[in-house]
């Protein structure tokens, strides 16, 4: 059990913790029980969060008891951030956020067999605490200069804005989350982002006060791109775990296109792979770059964790039929429209010249330049050879009543799209 702690640090996935030579002890001496905490205050999780997951999956192969936790009461108030008050959502939507996190949460922890995982809501206990309890109980064991010198806090106040009690008191409620659970579950070791090194350290600070008891605290690093550039920005924004807000077609593409300095990184901190595989798979970056045989890996096993083995496999059978390697025909509505999301497209209509539609979408330059790329067997509408200059498109031609795929040789595509709803 106390490997796992080994493993983590070879994976990147350890940016420090309170004790490091306790929790080993700690570990050696298990199963612990452990917990992380998820606030809704998005109706997503996003890529930081899958960081956290991954380290909670890493701990409950290990044999220790995973606790995961969705902040229902925290996710009214959010943590501080760096510049600025949050715009405080309703208590409906946070119920409704709070929902849809559960359920993401709960598909990379096991809650079955011998070491089932928890799943809990910090509303439960916090929803019940009265002001006076909060006063009582609560606020006698903290220090106003150790909450004053917090990062973000400390940042906050030397800011025009300045800070709300409302996001101040954001540490004490994430600190009663620790004392409840250690109370409730045992639990004596909280995962987080290193941005939250401060928030994490209230908790501990109040166990021992209230409780006399040592517990520990790990954080993982921000996940950062070779160049120093922030990671985790797709072109349509964050990188969203929900189907809804990012495709898996969209998902998969992101992690294919990691750059050949941060595919073995990325391997090591998002996948599950063997220390073994991964070896070969950075020979395989140096010696045949070309082949992107780290990065098809990397988006594969990111793809199948968030979204399943059936998902990547129908994104992956999309990517070849786009460009001719597999049947189009086959594609379900959804993974084709998001496939073909980001073509270059112009509207279309039955009966329209493919001649139009080829220099309409900017496949080509001009219509003569079409006629030439049939000419010359370089055009394709889903695939299939343009044979001759008139062509037109065909009822038939429209994928799901909406799409034709359109090719001008072997990687330039564009899309004549019928304005159909998919």
């Known amino acids: 059990m106390s490997d796992v702690l080994d493993e983590l640090q070879w994976r990147g996935l350890v940016a420090q913790s309170t004790d490091e030579a306790a929790l080993r002890t700690a570990l050696a001496e298990g199963p612990i029980t452990y917990y992380c905490g998820f606030d809704p205050t998005a109706p997503s999780l996003h890529h930081g969060h899958l960081v956290q997951l991954v380290v909670l999956r890493h701990l409950q192969l290990a044999g220790h008891r995973a606790v995961a936790l969705v902040g229902g009461a925290t996710g009214l108030i959010g943590d501080p951030r760096q510049s600025g008050e949050r715009v405080l959502n309703t208590k409906e939507t946070v119920a409704e956020w709070t929902v849809r996190l559960q359920d993401q949460v709960s598909r990379f922890l096991d809650f079955d067999g011998d070491n089932p995982a928890r799943l809990v809501n910090n509303l439960d206990w916090i929803s019940g605490l009265s002001a006076i309890d909060l006063l009582r109980d609560v606020g006698k064991h903290y220090r106003l200069g150790t909450m004053l010198a917090k990062d973000t806090v400390a940042r906050r106040l030397r800011s025009d804005e300045g800070i709300s009690f409302t996001e101040f008191s954001y540490q004490i409620l994430q600190g009663i989350d620790f004392l409840e659970l250690y109370r409730r579950h045992g639990v004596t070791l909280q995962t987080g982002g290193n941005d939250q090194w401060g928030n994490l350290l209230s908790g501990v600070d109040l166990v021992r006060r209230s409780e006399g008891a040592g ?48 595919v073995v990184r990325f391997l090591k901190i998002f996948t599950f792979r063997s220390r073994a595989e991964i070896d070969t798979l950075e020979s395989a970056v140096r010696e045949r770059p070309g082949a992107r045989e780290a990065q098809r890996a990397l988006a594969a096993d990111v793809t199948t964790l968030v979204h399943g083995g059936d998902a990547t496999a129908a994104v992956v059978a999309a990517s070849g039929a786009l460009f001719g390697r597999g049947d189009l025909d086959g594609l379900d509505a959804r993974t084709l429209a998001a496939a073909v999301a980001e073509l270059p497209r112009t509207s279309a209509q039955v009966g329209d010249a493919v001649v139009d539609l080829l220099a309409d979408s900017g496949l080509v330059t001009s219509k003569g330049a079409a006629r030439r790329a049939i000419t010359e067997g370089g055009a394709y509408v889903n695939n299939v050879k343009v044979e001759a200059e008139d062509a037109r498109l065909e009822p038939t031609d429209l994928l799901h009543g909406r799409f034709a795929v359109l090719r001008r ?10 304005g159909a709803q998919v």
Do not use: C, R
């Open 409 to 418: 040789g072997k990687k330039t595509l564009g899309l004549a799209d019928a």
């Open 215 to 262: 517990v520990h605290v790990l954080t993982t690093p921000l996940i950062t791109k070779a160049d120093g550039t922030k990671f985790g920005k797709s072109e349509g924004g964050a990188v969203w775990l929900d189907p809804d807000m990012m495709s898996p077609y969209a998902f998969y593409q992101f992690w294919l296109n990691a750059a050949d300095d941060d």
